[in-house]
């Protein structure tokens, strides 16, 4: 008994996980992914998608295989967002925990999966209370993504290939849950050399249509994303 | 015999380490903190500021105790940059490690620290060879911290409460090594509503002398950081 309570002592270490955050943009709103736990101690309650990492994968291989076997989603690309580390942070393990994020479109997740998963897509504005410091790893991936989403072209992957001024316009709205002064949009669009007006109209939305445009990505590589 | 390998496989875990950039800005040049091994396996080799995060420490505390207890550097701002977890980045362990960075003043840090931590400062363009995968660790904290220096005045505190124009651009272009144009410059810094013009002048550059500034934490924390 002795020994075995030394062993216990010898390998008090941390634990690694990481925690997935994926934001589903459906209707111009943005929607967070989460499961339900079916495991005690935490079973029943809301939670990010998360998971230890294996003593031999890569921090951001087991991201993606524990979105991969707690959700069914693959070969999506996440980003790092932060990692939290206070000794609390779990109600019963010393845990520092990686957290990754992505947006998608919600329709790319599918009913089957859902079902499967236990999972359940929530308004970012009516997350639940979540396990952990999963409210706190949710509320810095939003801000950091509208932070990126401000100054890097990363929500064009949500849109149609050609899209409109207008459907720009609505996609950033819907991240950034503000209303963006159309004249002052236009502008600021008009600086993107990425953006590539095209001949084509859409004429679905008005009489006149509304010119489509598309993403230039070899544009985007290589100019600086930045100006001072 | 057996029962000991067990218990070395039983506790085949991943450690958790931190490792601190510290940037020194020194006229108008960032330089790096390096500190050179004292110990097997890496002795006499140049590495970060890095250590294991204790059992019972949060992550953040472990940062700012292993800066301290391995430079000396007390009471510095960190901000959190990455987490680098790959399976060998480490040649005798598995360790994922966190990044912490800030940019301090060089003249802050004193002769006789450099010499009690076996320390060294390196302009960042000349580098040594590091341990692991340090070089990666810098060149993601470099590319980060010329970001955020453009889009938030996290380099005012580098300047003294009062500074000329001239001075704040002789300090961005040292930060992002290049050389800004004039007229661009004044035009950017003349949206920034933090920045304070004083009735002041500073007479020791030039016969008419230049205005000085200041910055205005207080207007800056009730403006927004990016206007789309």
């Not at 459906?26 to 495991?39: P, S, T």
């Not at 290939?161 to 008009?190: C, H, M, W």
Request: aromatic share 12%.
């Amino acid at each position: 008994m002795i020994k075995s309570n030394r062993t216990e002592q010898t390998i008090q270490q941390i634990k690694v996980s990481v925690d997935c955050i994926i934001f589903g943009f459906n209707d111009n709103k943005l929607e967070l992914l989460l499961i339900k736990k079916k495991d005690e101690p935490e079973k029943g309650k809301w939670s990010l998608i998360g998971g230890f990492v294996g003593f031999d994968e890569d921090l951001d291989e087991a991201a993606n295989r524990i979105l991969s076997d707690l959700s069914g989603l693959q070969d999506i690309y996440m980003e790092q967002i932060k990692t939290f580390g206070k000794v609390n942070r779990c109600s019963f393990d010393r845990v520092i925990s990686s957290t990754y994020s992505a947006m998608i479109l919600k329709s790319s997740y599918t009913e089957d999966q859902i079902e499967k998963y236990n999972a359940q897509w929530f308004p970012i504005t009516e997350v639940p209370e979540l396990i952990f410091d999963h409210n706190d790893m949710v509320d810095i991936a939003i801000k950091r993504m509208r932070r990126r989403v401000r100054n890097f072209p990363i929500a064009f992957n949500l849109l149609p290939s050609k899209f409109t001024l207008p459907q720009l316009q609505a996609l950033y709205e819907g991240i950034l849950d503000e209303t963006l002064d159309k004249r002052n949009f236009r502008r600021k669009v008009s600086q993107m050399n990425y953006l590539v007006k095209l001949e084509e109209k859409d004429m679905t939305e008005s009489r006149r249509g509304a010119f489509l445009y598309r993403f230039d990505e070899a544009w985007y590589k290589k100019e600086k994303h930045f100006n001072l």
